[in-house]
């Protein structure tokens, strides 16, 4: 896994393309150029299988390889973009030695969030679906212009109503929410024991 959270392991148990019969490695190199454009065209992180329709391809096990193939090579070759799993897919970004630069490109500013945005999104992560009383209960404030603050932002979404009197809308973390901290998955979040290890630090 990278420093930022982008995995870009070696498929275990396949062998690299080098490792292949020629006539394997041209269609193999085709496929890993292949994977590579349509990273490159995606504006969301895209899963295998996604991958896999786009070029009428029926072996997954093979789309996995080139994907695992490309971001090794980024890593390795330490070009300005890397291959990462993100959000349940993969993605191609630009890596984080060049972040200034390309903010300074592009005109935008860095994700900023106040502490009582932090302190929200840690609760709506960590213990979603959840409703607004919940994480005011847990912050001691209201946390109404924050919620909607973060809903504005695409990190946190209305996952429908509690089936209880009043039905209270409940919410929870996004796909963006996903990309912008680099995880896979909410599995991905530090546990409480690891939470109480990085403060002590």
């Given at each position: 896994?990278?420093?930022?959270g982008g995995d870009v392991?070696?498929?275990?148990?396949?062998?690299?393309?080098?490792?292949?019969?020629?006539?394997?490695?041209?269609?193999?190199?085709?496929?890993?150029?292949?994977?590579e454009a349509l990273l490159?065209?995606?504006?969301?992180?895209?899963?295998?299988?996604?991958?896999?329709?786009?070029?009428?391809?029926?072996?997954?096990?093979?789309?996995?390889?080139?994907?695992?193939?490309?971001?090794?090579?980024?890593?390795?070759?330490?070009?300005?973009?890397?291959?990462?799993?993100?959000?349940?897919?993969?993605?191609?970004r630009t890596g984080p030695?060049?972040?200034?630069?390309?903010?300074?490109?592009?005109?935008?500013?860095?994700?900023?969030?106040?502490?009582?945005?932090?302190?929200?999104?840690?609760?709506?992560?960590?213990?979603?679906?959840?409703?607004?009383?919940?994480?005011?209960?847990?912050?001691?404030?209201?946390?109404?212009?924050?919620?909607?603050?973060?809903?504005?932002?695409?990190?946190?979404?209305?996952?429908?109503?509690?089936?209880?009197?009043?039905?209270?809308?409940?919410?929870?973390?996004?796909?963006?929410?996903?990309?912008?901290?680099?995880?896979?998955?909410?599995?991905?979040?530090?546990?409480?024991?690891?939470?109480?290890?990085?403060?002590?630090?």
């Amino acid at each position: 896994m990278s420093k930022d959270g982008g995995d870009v392991v070696p498929f275990p148990g396949l062998a690299p393309w080098a490792d292949t019969p020629e006539d394997d490695q041209d269609d193999g190199e085709h496929l890993i150029s292949a994977v590579e454009a349509l990273l490159f065209a995606a504006d969301e992180p895209v899963g295998s299988g996604t991958l896999a329709t786009a070029l009428d391809h029926p072996d997954p096990m093979s789309i996995e390889r080139a994907i695992h193939e490309l971001a090794g090579r980024c890593a390795s070759e330490s070009r300005g973009v890397e291959v990462v799993r993100l959000a349940g897919g993969w993605r191609m970004r630009t890596g984080p030695a060049h972040a200034d630069a390309v903010r300074r490109l592009k005109g935008g500013t860095p994700l900023r969030l106040s502490k009582a945005a932090l302190e929200t999104l840690a609760v709506v992560a960590y213990r979603q679906p959840v409703t607004r009383a919940e994480i005011d209960g847990v912050r001691g404030v209201g946390s109404g212009g924050v919620l909607k603050g973060l809903i504005e932002r695409s990190l946190v979404r209305v996952a429908g109503r509690r089936d209880e009197p009043g039905q209270p809308l409940q919410y929870a973390t996004t796909r963006t929410f996903l990309e912008t901290f680099s995880l896979t998955g909410l599995g991905d979040l530090p546990t409480l024991a690891e939470r109480e290890e990085l403060d002590a630090e």
